[in-house]
């Protein structure tokens, strides 16, 4: 993540690298491109608190569902990080709602991912019917990438679709970088600590 | 009579994710959806006489997080095991963990097989 870089408002602004999360309730921006990855901003109203979150999913997203699937926990525990950081300031997901972008067609799915997007489309309906959490926006799959800017302090969020899709050629080689890493490391699992 | 599971996340998938993992063990477990909830719950479950073998408990969590639920059950309960399951893999938050109470911590993304070993290391 690159931040409190100003942008043309004044304000300081968080620019999302893929796999990054990042919330605020102050009068900031937090921007990223998404192109392949999904992009989740949630908002709570009662404290005008926002957050978004750039992450994919690194696998097929089983029809049993994402319960049932193990790749899902690594999307499950990305939402997470977004979640645990909002609830730490002051957030509770009772009072979230979501704008959901990116899971597009770019080019880079086509080696041997080709149904990536409809995957992690899968994934994050299904994940917000059972937080049951509204999905206030969603602006998924296609063929374009998105630039997005989201105003934390009143869950606004800036889509610029991208239609030309070697614009941002920094985003397009980190997202292919991360994507690339996920896959590599889906199996992976946290550690466990034990006191006595 | 049968001692249960509580587990203890503000994420309805985490609450029913465990819950999944945790079938096969064949023991019956109770879902709350923050610190105060799960505290209510064990308060009301006390008066029909009924016991909790383990507590499985999220960090993040509003109304009363996970180390204000260890710090607040351990006034009760010194010895039933509190396990927290959690993104959070800082140092001192582990150890802010270790001083309230808890008796392990895993970190999220967990496999159904770990969590299963973890909890029958604590429930004989």
């Given at each position: ?187 992976r699992v946290g550690r466990i600590v034990l006191?006595? | ?35 105060q909830n799960a505290l209510d719950i064990i ?82």
């Amino acid at each position: 993540m690159l931040m409190s870089q100003r942008d043309r408002l004044g304000k300081p602004l968080y620019l999302l690298y893929p796999g990054d999360h990042y919330a605020s309730g102050g009068d900031c921006l937090i921007g990223t491109v998404a192109g392949t990855c999904l992009v989740v901003c949630l908002y709570d109203s009662k404290i005008r608190l926002g957050g978004m979150i750039n992450f994919v999913v690194p696998g097929t997203v089983g029809t049993q569902g994402i319960l049932h699937d193990d790749i899902s926990r690594i999307g499950i525990v990305n939402m997470e990080y977004l979640m645990g950081d909002m609830v730490k300031l002051g957030g509770d997901r009772k009072r979230m709602t979501a704008k959901i972008f990116g899971a597009a067609h770019t080019g880079d799915s086509a080696a041997g991912r080709a149904s990536l997007p409809e995957s992690n489309i899968r994934f994050v309906r299904e994940y917000f019917e059972i937080e049951r959490i509204k999905i206030e926006k969603m602006d998924i799959g296609g063929m374009f990438r998105r630039k997005l800017y989201l105003f934390p302090g009143d869950g606004t969020v800036y889509r610029k679709v991208l239609r030309n899709n070697d614009e941002n050629s920094e985003f397009i080689s980190l997202e292919r970088e991360y994507v690339h890493n996920e896959f590599v490391n889906s199996s992976r699992v946290g550690r466990i600590v034990l006191f006595d | 009579m049968s001692k249960y599971i509580m587990i203890i996340d503000d994420s309805p998938t985490i609450r029913v994710s465990v819950e999944m993992a945790l079938k096969p063990l064949g023991i019956p477990v109770m879902q709350a959806e923050n610190g105060q909830n799960a505290l209510d719950i064990i308060s009301q479950m006390k008066t029909k006489g009924e016991e909790i073998a383990l507590c499985i408990s999220d960090i993040n969590m509003p109304v009363l997080n996970g180390i204000e639920f260890i710090t607040e059950f351990r006034k009760n309960d010194r010895f039933t095991p509190v396990v927290v399951l959690t993104t959070e893999a800082e140092k001192d938050t582990i150890q802010k963990g270790k001083d309230a109470g808890a008796s392990g911590w895993i970190i999220k993304p967990f496999q159904a097989e770990d969590l299963v070993n973890v909890v029958k290391r604590f429930v004989k």
